[in-house]
């Protein structure tokens, strides 16, 4: 294979990695549990935060705390899995995303 093959090759394996990277940084995972729904984007900004009415008492301050880490890192997981699961096929590249 020669210089020039491999270069072409290598732009359209970029151009398929940047595509999959901008559909997952698209995408939106919702995470929903007893007392909170948590949406997030591929990118792991916060879309959305609602806390279901009438679960709390003022003095659950601490549940609610632990509940939104819990449920943030769970959609965040999800990002994780999609973006694992979509860039699997380049392999193991170092330094890619």
Excluded: H, R, W, Y
Excluded at 58 to 75: G, K, P, S, T, W
């Amino acid at each position: 294979m020669n210089m020039q093959a491999l270069m072409k090759q290598a732009q359209n394996l970029q151009k398929d990695m940047l595509k999959i990277q901008d559909e997952i940084e698209k995408t939106e995972f919702e995470i929903e549990n007893q007392l909170v729904k948590v949406k997030v984007n591929g990118k792991k900004e916060v879309l959305s935060i609602n806390i279901q009415k009438g679960s709390l008492e003022d003095d659950d301050i601490e549940i609610l705390q632990d509940m939104l880490m819990v449920a943030l890192n769970q959609a965040f997981e999800k990002v994780d899995n999609l973006k694992e699961q979509k860039m699997s096929k380049f392999g193991n590249i170092p330094g890619i995303f």
